[in-house]
T-cell receptor, first 113, second 109 residues
Framework: ETGVTQSPTHLIKTRGQQVTLRCSSQSGHNTVSWYQQALGQGPQFIFQYYREEENGRGNFPPRFSGLQFPNYSSELNVNALELDDSALYLC????????????FGPGTRLLVL | RKEVEQDPGPFNVPEGATVAFNCTYSNSASQSFFWYRQDCRKEPKLLMSVYSSGNEDGRFTAQLNRASQYISLLIRDSKLSDSATYLCVVPGQDRKLIWGLGTSLAVNP
């Protein structure tokens, strides 16, 4: 419905491994935000990218990093996975100037064992 | 005060009931507010935006009280399909969005 897609839908990793999550959209939303949502919690802001540059960051360690590409697709990379990284990772697209209206993808469920 | 705080849930109401959720915020400079709906194991979806004193869309009414720094969401004539988690969202510093923990609503037949 939103035209925002994420891959993979589910993922299982072990502690210490690295993971890359991907996000793309059909339309040219030029701002992408990534959120982590643990079970029973609201989404926690990880960072935002605008025109391929990081445009703000939440309280997440440097092992959480991202990229935005010229076609506005985006990646979230997490290194040295920890058990507490198990969560739903949401990508949200928005248009600069109306950043508050977020169009979410279906999310990637990550389980770290 | 937490940046965004919502009524603890869950709310269990019968079909047809009227239910209201409150959300308090700490950033007095916030100009816009949002209610998102999240179904179980799904992504959040925008329900309503509030830029002035309030907003109404069918059975849903959002009201803003700037003096007391809270926003409310009122759902009239509850439907079974209204069962979901309702998330309050407030822009924080640098316009980044701060999300509440959500309030769970279960509408029972």
């Amino acid at each position: 419905e939103t035209g925002v897609t994420q891959s993979p839908t589910h993922l299982i990793k072990t502690r210490g491994q690295q993971v890359t999550l991907r996000c793309s959209s059909q339309s040219g939303h030029n701002t992408v935000s990534w959120y982590q949502q643990a079970l029973g919690q609201g989404p926690q802001f990880i960072f935002q990218y605008y025109r391929e540059e990081e445009n703000g960051r939440g309280n997440f360690p440097p092992r959480f990093s991202g990229l935005q590409f010229p076609n506005y697709s985006s990646e979230l990379n997490v290194n040295a996975l920890e058990l507490d990284d198990s969560a739903l990772y949401l990508c949200a697209k928005s248009t600069a100037g109306v950043a508050e209206t977020q169009y979410f993808g279906p999310g990637t469920r990550l389980l770290v064992l | 005060r937490k940046e965004v705080e919502q009524d603890p849930g869950p709310f269990n109401v019968p079909e047809g009931a009227t239910v209201a959720f409150n959300c308090t915020y700490s950033n007095s400079a916030s100009q816009s507010f949002f209610w998102y709906r999240q179904d179980c194991r799904k992504e959040p979806k925008l329900l309503m935006s509030v830029y002035s004193s309030g907003n109404e869309d069918g059975r849903f009414t959002a009201q803003l009280n700037r003096a007391s720094q809270y926003i409310s969401l009122l759902i009239r004539d509850s439907k079974l399909s209204d069962s979901a988690t309702y998330l309050c969202v407030v822009p924080g510093q640098d316009r980044k969005l701060i999300w509440g923990l959500g309030t769970s609503l279960a509408v029972n037949p």
